[in-house]
Structure formats: structure tokens, C-alpha cells
């Protein structure tokens, strides 16, 4: 199967999901970078909690170009009653491209995307599934709790999501992650977003349906380090605010034309204040001041321009969002099931 797949550009060529026979009812995509400590553990977690429950499943496991020995952990990891899958990325293209490769892959009437680091306990994955049963499409995980996060990552993540839910037109739930159930037909429809910048977050509210939260506490990281560094999440917020809202363009031609009517006021003040009292010139540092101030604002608003342009210039390249270096895949163990 390895050979078949290797480096093909996946976008376009897998069938869509609901073309594609449901014998599986529960996909777990699990994608990871670098996990090489906490994956044993979390298979063990996972194994553990699907054997209780009674649906067929599948993990699959979306190696986003790890340099350590994860990729061979996971290819020896088998299970008694899911079928274990690997696809490994050529290199790393991010946790939204490994998602995005996951889900195009999964053939699950029910999807739920996982982190590998055991901050989403795999526990909660019988509860998802009953939210789905009892008819959700999407079910959202809220943390109740962010543990092992510092007070800056929890104050600044609670500001962004509460700017992205103003700006952007979309109801953004705030404090879920990316651990979440999605049913098949809203999975189908990620899949036919043309997207390259993909903001998971944001896309998953994007098609709407029925949409239920339930809480957990979010771990602390079982060990390791975090993947995200300060500009990596400066990044994603960028790009969450840029693909959802153009709120912020029109904020910036607010603000261009109040301070040109100001400028006009004050200008025709000055002319009258001359006229009327033949004032000297004066006010070297107001002038100093205003034009300082001025042309910061032109060149934020320039930079703002740029973000947008810079994102039409990823999209118009088309190109793929990953590319697939090998795919193994391992039937049940033990028990047989369908599929
Ligand atoms: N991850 C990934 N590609 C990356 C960075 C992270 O697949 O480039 C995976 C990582 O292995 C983990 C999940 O995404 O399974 C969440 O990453 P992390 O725990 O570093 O993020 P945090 O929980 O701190 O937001
Ligand atoms: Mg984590």
C-alpha cells in the first residue's frame, strides 16, 4: 500500500467520504510531531477505551514529519478491535495540515480528532460518541480548565478568541481546541473546502449543523514540550483573523477616514486662526507629532493590506496542503470487524 501512495498529492484524489462504504463507525485521528515518550501511553490510553465500546473503529495516526523514532513506535502498534492506520507526511507541514490529511482519510460515520499528548483525555471519547448518537454533528470538547498552561497563554488565548468572535461572522466557541467529534457529512464538506490556509478551528464551525459542547478538564502535557512557540501562535491568530473576518480592512478605512476629516477640520481652523489673527507659524513638535502619528497608521494599515495580499498569494499557487510519504495500515488483532 506504501508504494501506491508515495508522495502522491492527496488533495482531489481521495473519494469523498460518503461515497465510500461505512462499515467503520469510529475514525480517532491522532496527529503528532515529535512524541516519541507519550505515544506508547496514549495508545494504551486509546486501545483501552475503545475496547469497552461496542462500534468498530479505526485510529490513524498522521505523522507530521517527525525527526524522532514516533514513526516506528506507531507502525509496531496494533489493536484487538480497531484497525490501526499510519500516514506519515513527507515533512512537516503543521498540525492544520496533518489534521486536514486526516480527516481526508478517515471512513468513519463519526471522526473525533485527538492530541497525541494526552492533554484530551481519550476518556471522554464514549461520551462524544453518545452526543453524536443522540443526533450531533459537531461536538465540541470546552476545557473547563487549562492546566500546565502559563497566565499569559490563558489571558491571551480568552482575548483572541473574544476578537475573533467580533470581528469574524461566525460563532467561534471560545476555550475549545481541536478535540472534537465530527460527523460524516460535515467531514465530507471540510474535505471540499479549496482552502490552503486552514484554520481548523474556524473551519469547523464554519458549515454550521447541529453543534453541541460538552465540558472536560484539560490536562497538563502527560510530558514533553509544548510544539508552539509565541510567533507560531501569533501565526495561527493571524491566520484564524485574516480567513474568517475582512473586518479588519474596513476598520482600517474607519480609521483613515476620521483622521483625514479631523486633518480637514484642523487644516481649514489653521487657515481661518491666520486669516483672522495673522498667527506666526508655529509648532514644530505638533507638526512633528501629527506626521509621526500619521504615518504609523499608513503603514499599519499597509501591513494589514499585505496579510491579506500574502494570503491570496498562498491560495493562488494551489498548492497541496501535504503530501503523503507512506500509509501502513493494520487490521484488528484479535477480533475481526467489518470493514
Ligand atoms: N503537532 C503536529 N504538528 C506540529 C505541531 C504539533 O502534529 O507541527 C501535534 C502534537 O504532536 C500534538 C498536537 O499537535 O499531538 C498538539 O500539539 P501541542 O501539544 O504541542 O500543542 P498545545 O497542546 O500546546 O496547544
Ligand atoms: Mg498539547
Not at 525527526?67 to 512537516?92: G, T
Amino acid at each position: 500500500m506504501s508504494s501506491h501512495y508515495s508522495a502522491q498529492i492527496k488533495r482531489g484524489k481521495i473519494a469523498p467520504v460518503s461515497s465510500r462504504p461505512l462499515a467503520i463507525t469510529l475514525s480517532v485521528i491522532v496527529p503528532f510531531f515529535n512524541e516519541q515518550e507519550v505515544l506508547p501511553e496514549f495508545h494504551r490510553r486509546l486501545t483501552a477505551v475503545l475496547k469497552t465500546m461496542p462500534d468498530s473503529s479505526e485510529i490513524i495516526y498522521v505523522d507530521d514529519g517527525s525527526s524522532d523514532q514516533s514513526l516506528s513506535l506507531v507502525k509496531q502498534f496494533s489493536s484487538p478491535n480497531s484497525h490501526v492506520r499510519c500516514i506519515a507526511l513527507s515533512r512537516n507541514f503543521g498540525k492544520e495540515c496533518a489534521m486536514s490529511a486526516g480527516l481526508e482519510h478517515a471512513r468513519g460515520a463519526a471522526v473525533i480528532l485527538i492530541d497525541a499528548d494526552l492533554q484530551d483525555p481519550p476518556e471522554c471519547i464514549p461520551e462524544m460518541v453518545a452526543a453524536w448518537r443522540a443526533g450531533a454533528d459537531v461536538v465540541n470538547m470546552k476545557r473547563s480548565s487549562r492546566l500546565g498552561e502559563s497566565w499569559f497563554k490563558r489571558t491571551s488565548a480568552a482575548l483572541f478568541y473574544k476578537l475573533l468572535n467580533r470581528l469574524a461572522a461566525l460563532d467561534i466557541p471560545e476555550n475549545v481546541g481541536d478535540f472534537r467529534l465530527l460527523s460524516a457529512r460535515v467531514v465530507e464538506k471540510l474535505n471540499q473546502l479549496p482552502e490552503r490556509n486552514r484554520y481548523m478551528k474556524g473551519l469547523f464551525s464554519w458549515p454550521g449543523y447541529h453543534q453541541v459542547t460538552l465540558t472536560f478538564e484539560r490536562d497538563a502535557r502527560f510530558c514533553g514540550e509544548t510544539k508552539w512557540n509565541f510567533f507560531k501562535l501569533l501565526g495561527l491568530a493571524m491566520d484564524g483573523l485574516t480567513s474568517f473576518s475582512i473586518r479588519p480592512l474596513r476598520l482600517a478605512t474607519c480609521a483613515g477616514a476620521l483622521t483625514a476629516t479631523m486633518a480637514f477640520i484642523y487644516g481649514a481652523w489653521i487657515v481661518f486662526k491666520t486669516l483672522a489673527y495673522g498667527d506666526p507659524v508655529s509648532g514644530y513638535p505638533s507638526m512633528m507629532v501629527a506626521m509621526l502619528a500619521l504615518a504609523g497608521v499608513q503603514l499599519l494599515a499597509v501591513g494589514l493590506l499585505g496579510e491579506y495580499i500574502g494570503r491570496i498569494f498562498i491560495e493562488v499557487k494551489q498548492r497541496p496542503v501535504y503530501l503523503v510519504e507512506s500509509m501502513t495500515e493494520q487490521a484488528p488483532s484479535l477480533k475481526q470487524t467489518k470493514g
